[in-house]
């Protein structure tokens, strides 16, 4: 489960920040968007809640 990310600490860019908003809306997972932004689920949840996005809790 040691997944490392190579890109640590990295600013958020225009069009990661649009994938992110719309992955929100269709109602996918945490992991689900870390993954298809390469971003760790912790930087998702971040910035989600800076803008206010709710991230689906699946279960």
Same mark, same amino acid.
């Given at each position: ?11 958020? +860019?225009?069009? !990661?920040?649009? *994938? ?10 945490? %992991? ?6 390469? +971003?760790?689920? !912790?930087?998702? *949840? ?10 689906? %809790?699946?279960?």
């Amino acid at each position: 489960m040691a997944e490392r990310f190579e890109r640590h600490r990295q600013p958020w +860019r225009p069009d !990661e920040l649009q *994938k992110l908003h719309t992955l929100a809306k269709k109602g996918m997972g945490l %992991k689900a968007i870390a993954k298809a932004l390469t +971003r760790s689920e !912790e930087s998702i *949840k971040d910035r989600a809640k800076l803008d206010g996005l709710p991230i689906a %809790k699946l279960r």
